[in-house]
């Protein structure tokens, strides 16, 4: 059987397949740790779900529009205009399966065959490989710091350089970029008329008393180039819901409507409910999981630190912390042997594009990463 060469390019992602490993050894019975999920660990909170309920008792179950529900639009309107000092109408606003449908569609609707887009490693498992079925080549910035340095950018800008992928907070290392920072990358990106997917997904699980900025706020010449990415996965614990958004400049946006209405028409129709919950209900939930998972990565943090030769960035957003050692040259093996000797489950960071690395996520309980460290330094002394 001969497939399209579009997905024969295509690498699986390397989180889910660990994750799934997990989940198969723990059906077998295994006392496995599984500290590889990039998902919390919260259930939905309640509030949400009701709307969901109040949603199929009214048989709110057909068709949306393609862009999602404008009340829906409308509310995501209100939050970037109060959180993020942000002005986008509903035209400008399209609610997807997910934020990763979300960025697919973007690229779809951006690229063309032999466009660069450029992303800094370590990445989401997902970009490289959305890129390629965009029909676009993928381009690594190396980073200091696991940081975009402006200069280096400058020098892989070609005349091909259709995109370049911001992720902040970010998937796998935690870090934030500051505002002066931003700045920086904004005035690049505006000399080259580029465009920028600003993938702020993790904006609400940040600590430290850090503020999240959206690079879009800066002026209007970077705004009318960026596509604010965002969604309910993790700052409400509604993976499952798959429901995520883009806000940016109307022809953008109309684009992605007209792919999005030939593959999946609309987003679920009572995911948009309980989003719509979600955004005008209290919230102290999200910000009771932002404490619990701020209290989870200190914990992580003062373990870890008893390992010797262990060196890590201490994550100022999301859940993960990107860890290296000397005896991780070849990460996949090392993942792979670690979750088959010692029952724990984390991911390589090859598949992020940084080898000798691994991301722990903290979206455990404290018992289970107590003993996921326990286990890491169990298999690093045998050694």
Known sequence: MQLAKRVLAVKPSATLA?????KELRKKGENVINLSAGEPDFATPDYIKDAAINALKQNFTRYTDTAGIKELREAISHKLRKENILNYSPEEIIVSTGAKQTLYNALMVLCNAGDEVIFPAPYWVSYPEMVRLAEAIPVVLPTKNFKIEPQELEKI????TKVIILNSPANPTGVVYKKEELKEIAE????HNIYCLSDEIYEKIIYDSIKHISIATLNDRIKNLTIVINGFSKS??????RLGYAAGNKEIIAGMKKLQSHSTSCPNSIAQKAALAALGGNQSAVEEMRKEFEKRRNFLLKRLKEIKDISFPEPEGAFYIFLSHPQISDSLNFAKKLLEKEKLAVVPGIGFGKEGYLRISFAASLEEIEE???RLKSFLDAK
């Not at 800008?157 to 091909?160: F, S």
């Not at 690049?188 to 000399?191: L, M």
Request: aromatic share 10%; hydrophobic share 50%; glycine share 14%.
């Open 372 to 374: 996921g460290v326990k």
């Open 18 to 22: 660990i994750s799934a490993q997990a």
């Open 188 to 191: 690049i990106i505006i000399r």
């Open 236 to 241: 409400y614990a509604m993976t499952g819901w």
């Open 157 to 160: 800008i070609t005349g091909r």
